[in-house]
């Protein structure tokens, strides 16, 4: 009865290039294109982002982040709302170990 192997590449030697290819090649399978959204979701995550920022207490803020063409990955970082920049619409999200400006187009949940 043969088994399914899920990483070819232990138990036999592979060029560091064939490794390489291989693994890249797993990081595009968990590619995905950006979820939409509907308005009234928008609107609600909107509130709480300024909520928050007027309040000053923690979100945990999921973006989709473009990596290739249409398709790219799901972030996530939890904080609190330091600023909202509406001329570049990105609001920028700050915790204990990190801060970073998230494009408020690419927002797809906000969560308390």
Same mark, same amino acid.
């Given at each position: 009865?043969?088994?399914?192997?899920?990483?070819?590449?232990?138990?036999?030697?592979?060029?560091?290039?064939?490794?390489?290819? /291989?693994?890249?090649?797993?990081?595009?399978?968990?590619?995905? +294109?950006? +979820?939409?959204?509907?308005?009234?979701?928008?609107? @609600?995550?909107? /509130?709480?982002?300024?909520?928050? $920022?007027?309040?000053?207490?923690?979100?945990?803020?999921? =973006?989709?982040?473009?990596?290739?063409?249409?398709?790219?990955?799901?972030?996530?970082? =939890?904080?609190?709302?330091?600023?909202?920049?509406?001329? $570049?619409?990105?609001?920028?999200?700050?915790?204990?170990?990190? =801060?970073? =400006?998230?494009?408020?187009?690419?927002?797809? @949940?906000?969560?308390?």
């Amino acid at each position: 009865m043969a088994s399914k192997i899920s990483n070819p590449t232990v138990g036999r030697f592979v060029l560091p290039q064939q490794r390489e290819l /291989y693994l890249q090649m797993r990081e595009d399978e968990k590619l995905v +294109p950006m +979820p939409v959204l509907e308005q009234d979701e928008l609107e @609600s995550m909107q /509130y709480l982002i300024r909520d928050a $920022a007027r309040e000053d207490y923690a979100v945990t803020v999921t =973006w989709w982040q473009p990596t290739k063409g249409d398709l790219g990955k799901i972030c996530s970082m =939890w904080g609190t709302v330091k600023w909202i920049d509406t001329t $570049a619409r990105r609001i920028k999200l700050a915790n204990d170990e990190d =801060w970073r =400006w998230i494009p408020v187009d690419a927002v797809v @949940s906000v969560r308390t």
